[in-house]
């Protein structure tokens, strides 16, 4: 386990105090519970679009190794991928069987093909490339053949072969189709996309998982980069040393995490400086109703 | 959506050169010959270059998308499919019909033709960090394509047309590729770059 250090240890048990969903495990970092179970998942997790699909390429294989070797150091949880990421669930799998630790690793994947009986062979094909018995997590990949395939996740669900059921979108358009999809479906968890600039989830998808107890992962939190590269050149306020922020990426995973109805963000990453810099954002205070509401009015300014 | 980063498009070029080497630079010593031997063009020339370019389409689909872009990309098997439809085509047309027969004309179209054969020669090192991290004539798509377009225009009579819509096409798609992962104006730099070094060179500046 990484060591924390006492400034770190009083920073969490403040963001304990600031928001009443927060707990913390491994390495400082501030978790939250998944609504229909209970269990506690660590707010940062990590995705894998485009950064841990490197085919076979070993210097990149061990470079990724590296990375989820400081992911699970600062006390990570969840791990995202799904089939249409070309060989990231194979790279994934390639890693973790590198790593002597993998502690608190929490699995989540996807199906996604328009035909039932290809999502099972898909599923049982990720779960050779991860290395894994089964999944924590199986999510419906943009909601394609989302009837055929609950059908074989419920299934599998009963019979212990996956602990979750999700479904997924980073379609702005279908949040119609995902809010329906949130209440009609027997879904644990739902994954879409929302960060500081891009807060439409606020309007009906967060307030909806709130409501049904449904855990939500939250995609693209820096919209593909496009946010660190608009924000760096800029300082960070002052007052962001009040909820333990060093860097713009702790500041705009702060602001997701810190909405009471998130249960984790999933930035991807393929370099330890970087994975560090998201992780830290798992630990220290977090942003109150007040701040968070700074947070947005800053950056809309800049 | 294109699955990998700018890191990992280049890199993947290197692996596939140290699978398939020796067989880059043999493509580019032919390709240097197809365009030396353009002035001399005979009616076995047509044949040479048709066997050369649908060999070059079919490997492209066979071994660069198949076996190894397939790694990175799931719709890896329709591009090959595309690539070896058009191999099918070119085999057509310059051997079954043998309509494919470049020669070099001074004109806005043979000049045209001859800048994107060259052009096809030389994309690779203007694209990626270095050379072996850039897609090479003759085994790459956009090299491939490019030179396809340019033999096309370069035919004696009217070119077959139905052999331009799928290399314009993969042109397109590269671009937004490049576009994409974030490595576009690098290219546009670098030809830049390298079109004012020449200009320097050949003013004596």
Redesign the interface.
């Known amino acids: 386990m990484a060591p924390i250090s006492r400034r770190a240890f009083v920073s969490s048990l403040a963001a304990l105090t600031a928001l009443p969903n927060l707990a913390l495990a491994r390495a400082g970092q501030a978790t939250k519970v998944i609504p229909k179970s209970g269990e506690a998942l660590p707010v940062i997790g990590m995705g894998s679009w485009m950064t841990f699909n490197v085919g076979t390429d070993m210097a990149l294989r061990n470079e990724r190794t590296d990375v989820l070797r400081a992911f699970f150091a600062a006390g990570g949880g969840m791990i995202d991928s799904s089939p249409m990421y070309g060989s990231s669930e194979e790279v994934i799998g390639y890693c973790l069987g590198k790593l002597p630790q993998t502690d608190g690793l929490f699995t989540a994947t996807k199906v996604w093909t328009p035909m039932s009986w290809h999502g099972v062979g898909q599923m049982e094909e990720s779960e050779d490339l991860w290395k894994v018995k089964r999944f924590d997590l199986m999510q419906v990949h943009n909601l394609l053949n989302l009837d055929g395939h609950m059908e074989t996740l419920v299934d599998w669900k009963a019979q212990g072969r996956i602990r979750y059921i999700g479904i997924t979108t980073s379609h702005g358009r279908r949040h119609a189709d995902f809010e329906q999809a949130m209440k009609k479906k027997p879904v644990d968890f739902a994954q879409f996309t929302y960060n500081i600039l891009n807060r439409e989830a606020e309007n009906r998808l967060l307030p909806a998982a709130a409501d049904l107890g449904i855990a939500t992962i939250i995609n693209r939190p820096f919209s593909r980069g496009a946010l660190i590269d608009q924000f760096a050149r800029y300082p960070l306020p002052e007052w962001a040393a009040e909820i333990d922020c060093e860097n713009w990426p702790q500041f705009l995973l702060k602001f997701i995490v810190s909405h009471p109805a998130v249960t984790c963000a999933i930035p991807a990453t393929s370099q330890v400086d970087h994975m560090n810099e998201n992780m830290g954002a798992g630990r220290g205070r977090m942003p109150d109703a007040k701040i968070r509401k700074m947070m947005i009015d800053h950056v809309e300014a800049l | 959506m294109?699955?990998?980063?700018e890191?990992?498009y280049w890199?993947?070029f290197a692996?596939y050169y140290d699978a398939i080497w020796p067989i880059p630079l043999m493509a580019v010593l032919l390709g240097v010959a197809s365009l030396a031997l353009l002035p001399f063009s005979r009616r076995w020339f047509g044949l040479g270059v048709s066997t050369f370019l649908a060999a070059q389409w079919f490997w492209t689909g066979g071994v660069y998308f198949l076996l190894h872009y397939g790694?990175?990309?799931?719709a890896a098997p329709v591009f090959a499919v595309v690539f070896f439809a058009q191999g099918v085509l070119i085999t057509w047309s310059g051997a079954a019909l043998r309509r494919l027969e470049p020669e070099f004309r001074q004109s806005p179209t043979g000049w045209l033709g001859i800048g994107l054969c060259i052009l096809a020669l030389c994309i690779g090192p203007l694209m990626g960090p270095d050379w072996k991290q850039s897609p090479l004539f003759g085994v790459t798509p956009a090299p491939v394509a490019l030179y396809s377009l340019g033999i096309v225009l370069l035919n004696k009579r009217r070119g077959p047309i139905y052999l331009l819509p799928i290399p314009l096409l993969w042109v397109i798609w590269e671009a937004m590729t490049l576009w994409m992962i974030g490595s576009f104006d690098g290219f546009f730099l670098s030809l830049a770059d390298t079109f004012a070094r020449r200009v320097e060179i050949l003013s004596g500046a």
Request: aromatic share 16%; charged share 10%; hydrophobic share 55%.
């Open positions: 294109i699955p990998f980063t890191e990992i890199n993947h692996l790694q990175l990309v799931w």
